[in-house]
């Protein structure tokens, strides 16, 4: 079944969310936060719309979207310690979201935050 214009557009901000994630941003950074907001949003649309994509497919959505959240939650967080609790709790998505992807974006993310989560811990008790 061809993908709703719906689904294209989630797909598409979905992406740019996880480049964004990705790479390091300024704390005062807001479009990630809105931008995960909309993804909420059209993907509470995209599941009561007639024509929906597989439930597979609307549970992975769901999953980095989830991810994706927890991810902006976990940065909130005061300490590092907390940090790298939350953001080993998280789960990423399982499946790429582009065709270009051999790896899910979110697992890239995920990697990349704990590393940057573990250094901050280790900068911490050894006081550098």
């Given at each position: 079944?061809?993908?709703?214009?719906?689904?294209?557009?989630?797909?598409?901000?979905?992406?740019r969310c996880e480049a964004l994630a990705a790479e390091r941003r300024d704390p005062e950074e807001w479009r990630l936060e809105?931008?995960?907001?909309?993804?909420?949003?059209?993907?509470?649309e995209l599941k009561v719309q007639v024509s929906k994509p597989a439930p597979e497919l609307l549970n992975e959505y769901s999953r980095k979207v989830d991810f994706l959240k927890g991810l902006l939650e976990a940065?909130?967080?005061?300490?590092?310690?907390?940090?790298?609790?939350?953001?080993q709790?998280?789960?990423?998505g399982r499946t790429p979201t582009t065709a270009?992807?051999?790896?899910?974006?979110?697992?890239?993310?995920?990697?990349?935050?704990?590393a940057r989560c573990t250094g901050q811990m280790r900068s911490e008790l050894l006081g550098t």
């Amino acid at each position: 079944m061809a993908a709703t214009r719906l689904e294209l557009n989630l797909m598409r901000l979905l992406s740019r969310c996880e480049a964004l994630a990705a790479e390091r941003r300024d704390p005062e950074e807001w479009r990630l936060e809105k931008y995960v907001a909309a993804l909420e949003d059209m993907l509470r649309e995209l599941k009561v719309q007639v024509s929906k994509p597989a439930p597979e497919l609307l549970n992975e959505y769901s999953r980095k979207v989830d991810f994706l959240k927890g991810l902006l939650e976990a940065e909130k967080l005061s300490s590092s310690t907390e940090k790298a609790l939350a953001n080993q709790l998280l789960a990423p998505g399982r499946t790429p979201t582009t065709a270009k992807e051999r790896t899910p974006a979110t697992k890239t993310v995920h990697l990349q935050t704990k590393a940057r989560c573990t250094g901050q811990m280790r900068s911490e008790l050894l006081g550098t």
